[in-house]
């Protein structure tokens, strides 16, 4: 097989960027007069000249290629401009010279962008018509709450433990606001993209892998606003449950595998019931008309997210205190203490021991089992704060059931006698 040396390849990504742009560029360029000044044979030379300039006379020779592309274009927008004062064709024209001095250092990672920048020009129509048409004030106004709250807030929290106990992190309470606006979000655009029948459910159910509680509150808040949603939103939710008996089991899989054999019962019972409850509201969903037509609302309530935060951050406070008083007198009490925030670090932490040997994997399956029943406290609290009574109750139904479900499979294993 022939040897191509770094220059060769650099030499010919640059020449593929110039030329995957170009042609994008030249299906858009127009015919006559008013046409644009670049073309596909212009923005090939571009970034090959880019790469040629750098390979050939470093950072300083590829500055002023660069600057003198710049004014080159300059030149021919004053010249040729039209009636469309578009800038897009020149930007990316010195886009094209950088991708190419890019192609001579990091080959791989030119090509890439300059993939991503032709699918952007070549989305042109549905871009455009996204953010004049679909994209609401409202929903703008959400993304930059969402991006000032990621991008601005979080990075400033400190990253310590802070009052009562040591229990409350600022970072780790700022990643669960974050987390449930995120939730909230990918179900607001799942609904506008899916309709309100499906899209809850997808989200629900994807969401869940991130946070079933704050997957409940999302949709305890959209049925809230939107009665009309009530049954898919439900379907989320209970989907959501799904996604942390599947995201269990992998954990499980991943620590101890015995401990995971241990559990079979009990998790193929949780989610037998839990995937039959659902199917229930997904049907009915599916089955109700009038639920497409969606008002245009906001993405997410920052209140009702800060609200739930707050609960959520007690919760912990009292599972701090709890574990201050009572010490480590048991594992099932410990695990039932911390299973209030989070089932899937207890049954991380229980299975830890079975793999250090420290204990035999039959005796890992009460505690597990001991967090995920007190999780659901978490989650009740969560529908019962977010949703109307009749959300709560269906979801509160369908939390029992699951966790029933798991003590039956286990009872079944042996593991419980009466």
Known sequence: MPVFDDVTVSLAVALGIGLLIGAERERRKGNGPSRSPAGIRTFAAASLSGAVSFLAGGAMLFAIVTAGTIVLTALAYFRSRSSDPGLTSEIVLVLAVLLGGLAAQKPGLAAGLAVVVTGLLAARTPLHRFARSALTETELEDALIFGGAALVVLPLLPDRSLGPYDALNPRAVGIIVVLILAISSAGHIAVRTFGARAGL?????????????ATISSNGARAAGSPNMLTAAVAGAV?????????????????????LVSLALPMIGAGIVVTAYGAVFIVLALKQEGVEEMPRGRAFSLPKALGLTAVLVAIMLISAGLREAFGERGLIIGAAIAGL??????AVSVASLVASGKMPPGDAVIPILAALSTNTISKVVAASTSGSRAFTVRVVSGLILLVAGAWIGAFAAGFIEL
């Open 341 to 346: 925030a989070d089932t899937h670090a207890v």
């Open 201 to 213: 459910a997808i989200a629900g159910f994807a969401s869940g892998f991130v946070s079933s509680i």
């Open 239 to 259: 989907l959501s449950n799904i996604s942390t008996i599947i995201q269990m089991s992998a954990l499980l899989a991943a620590t101890s595998m015995p401990v």
